[in-house]
Nanobody, 126 residues
């Protein structure tokens, strides 16, 4: 599967942004989808993930209550709605896909995801 992330940009602190990740292929509903981010000089970190049919989601503590992941399997797209943005949310955001089962201990792990998008830059100004 090929992934294309979009929707990044410059936003003021407290603002909102919605990222999209479009996937190619007919089997999008077979994939657990994750969002990760990487700030300058830091390691790529888990943001959140959603199960194959959207019944389960899981978020990093740093974004819980502010970010929401959803998916539209008919459109082969997963979304990341980001509200109450903070300067520390500034990063390149990546979407990722994995065919493995939804198991919470592994959902936040980068190494379980087989496919990655190219990333989209989000900059939050103070």
């Amino acid at each position: 599967v090929q992934l294309q992330a979009s929707g990044g940009g410059l936003v003021q602190a407290g603002g909102s942004l919605r990222l999209s990740c479009a996937a190619s292929g007919r089997t999008f509903s077979l994939y657990t989808m994750g969002w990760f981010r990487q700030a300058p000089g830091k390691e790529r970190e888990f943001v959140g993930a959603i199960s194959r049919y959207g019944g389960s989601t899981h978020y990093a503590d740093s974004v819980k209550g502010r970010f929401t992941i959803s998916r539209d399997n008919a459109k082969n797209t997963v979304y990341l709605q980001m509200n109450s943005l903070k300067p520390e949310d500034t990063a390149v955001y990546y979407c990722a896909a994995d065919k493995g089962p939804w198991t919470l201990p592994t959902v936040p792990r980068r190494d379980r995801y087989d496919y990655w998008g190219q990333g989209t830059l989000v900059t939050v100004s103070s």
